[in-house]
């Protein structure tokens, strides 16, 4: 598998940024896929993941109502909208490949990992 993460920039608080998670090599259509992020200094935290078929989402509390996770399995591409961007959103976020097809929100349960794409967010 490899991920390769985009979209990722400079906003001002309040404002929208779309990330994208292209799995270039299509093997991971049958996984669920996860969405992480890491701050200078903190530990690397989940954001959100959806199943395999798109059909489950769990979000973290921080960001639920304001991220939307989803999956175009045609082009095998992962997508977190983010709107309403806060300082604290500030991080470098990940993809990455869930060992299942089931949503989890344990970063230890996912096997693969991209690049990361730095979102920061002023205020």
């Known amino acids: 598998v490899q991920l390769q993460a985009s979209g990722g920039g400079f906003v001002q608080a309040g404002g929208s940024l779309k990330l994208s998670c292209a799995d270039s090599?299509?093997?991971?259509?049958?996984?669920?896929v996860g969405w992480f992020r890491q701050a200078p200094g903190k530990e690397r935290e989940f954001v959100a993941t959806?199943?395999?078929?798109?059909?489950?989402?769990v979000y973290a509390d921080s960001i639920k109502g304001r991220f939307t996770i989803s999956r175009d399995r045609a082009k095998n591409t992962v997508y977190l909208q983010m709107s309403s961007l806060k300082p604290e959103d500030t991080a470098v976020y990940y993809c990455?490949?869930?060992?299942?097809?089931?949503?989890?929100?344990?970063?230890?349960?996912?096997?693969?990992w991209g690049q990361g794409t730095q979102v920061t967010v002023s205020s």
């Open positions: 990455a490949v869930q060992r299942g097809s089931w949503t989890s929100t344990n970063r230890h349960d996912y096997r693969y």
């Open positions: 090599r299509r093997t991971a259509s049958n996984n669920a």
């Open positions: 959806i199943s395999w078929n798109g059909g489950s989402t």
